[in-house]
């Protein structure tokens, strides 16, 4: 792997906008996990899901408790789970959205969270996305 002395220092999320599409959801975050440039964060931004997204994160041990049935603001829980790379620490963060506010509302959601939580770069994808592993360092290379 070949990475710039100045992305050493540069902190990687992804920001991924789910709604009704668990399984696929699931697989995303798998690939997330075995990239070959390991992620710092990935943000979880739901929709909001009535397919049983939130059960099935807290199953595959992504989140620790349920999101309540309704609110009248967006729910987030933080969690940690580990690259199946190196081992390397990924901070989730799973953020339960009340309204439809379509696949642009949750990426301003999503990218608005990781500006304010300090990341220097942020990679959007949809549920369905399932990069390859060596996605994120071709990108990392690129910069």
Not at 63 to 91: A, D, F, H, Q
């Amino acid at each position: 792997m070949r990475v710039t002395t100045t992305m050493t220092n540069q902190r990687i999320c992804a920001v991924v906008a789910t709604f009704n599409r668990k399984k696929l959801l699931l697989e995303c975050l798998n690939a997330l996990k075995n990239q070959t440039y390991p992620l710092d964060a990935i943000f979880i931004i739901d929709g909001p899901s009535t397919d049983g997204t939130p059960e099935a994160l807290l199953e595959q041990g992504y989140i620790k408790e349920l999101p309540p049935r309704t609110s009248n603001v967006p729910w987030e829980t933080k969690s940690i789970i580990y690259s199946l790379v190196n081992n390397k620490p990924i901070k989730l963060y799973y953020i339960r959205l009340y309204e439809d506010i379509g696949g642009s509302g949750q990426f301003y959601e999503g990218i608005k969270r990781a500006y304010m939580e300090g990341y220097d770069w942020i990679w959007l994808m949809d549920d369905d996305a399932e990069p390859k592993e060596d996605a994120l360092e071709k990108l990392i290379d690129k910069i």
